[in-house]
């Protein structure tokens, strides 16, 4: 079984740039999360998709931070104009429903922000 | 709120020792409790869960983990450790009854020296 495909794995951008992370989850998995992990933290939910619809985004900074989930499969997690502070591995993870189901992680992308 | 804590950045045992990994949490409702281990450049890999039933419950690679409601406790074990075990353990709770995202501690770094 293939596992979540994240791209691109590493990323240099400069401040007030934008940037975009694609994510493919596993095959059949309806529920899709973005996570944020600062270094020496742990993960943090950014926003939560079940199906094509958002469940929980309480967490995602929405005046930079977009995503979308067209057709229920890929998602795209956008960051426009990216901030130092956004400095980040970003997670994207899928499983067969919601909790209690464990997730199924991706390798991540690290964004750096000089 | 929910919360978790990891109390201890790095747990430090030979090879063939037993090792703990130290995991507290806060929910207002009934636990759902994971782990999940992280490795350099890789993203997380889900080691086990509780969700209800039994208090000591078995996961991957030989770890095990017991539940214990009075000191809200979810400490890893596994009685013999092994250099490859080395790696980053995240402990991650959810409210069952309530709100849906996981919430996961800061890690703690599992160092394993032969």
């Known amino acids: 079984e293939a596992g979540v495909a994240q791209s691109p794995r590493y990323k240099i951008i400069e401040k007030r740039q934008s940037v975009a992370f694609w994510c493919n989850p596993i095959?059949?998995?309806?529920?899709l999360y973005w996570y944020q992990q600062i270094l020496g933290q742990g993960p943090k939910l950014l926003i939560q998709?079940?199906?094509?619809?958002?469940?929980?985004d309480s967490q995602l900074p929405k005046d930079r931070f977009s995503a979308e989930r067209l057709k229920g499969v890929d998602s795209t997690l956008k960051i426009q104009p990216a901030k130092l502070e956004d400095s980040a591995v970003y997670l994207c993870a899928s499983s067969f429903g919601t909790a209690p189901n464990e997730q199924y992680f991706g390798p991540g992308t690290r964004l750096t922000v000089t | 709120a929910q919360s978790v804590a990891q109390p201890e950045d790095q747990v430090n045992v030979a090879e063939g020792n037993p090792l703990t990994v130290k995991c507290t949490y806060s929910v207002s409702g009934n636990p759902y409790l994971f782990w999940y281990v992280q490795y350099p450049n890789r993203g997380l890999q889900f080691l086990l869960k509780y969700i209800t039933g039994d208090n000591l419950v078995k996961g991957s690679y030989g770890f095990e983990a017991e539940f214990n409601k009075s000191q809200t406790s979810f400490h890893l074990k596994k009685p013999s450790a092994l250099v490859s075990d080395s790696a980053l353990y995240f402990c991650a709770v959810r409210d069952g009854q309530a709100g849906t995202a996981l919430i996961f501690g800061k890690g703690t770094t599992l160092s394993v020296s032969s």
């Open positions: 998709f079940q199906n094509n619809g958002v469940v929980d």
């Open positions: 095959s059949g998995h309806a529920t």
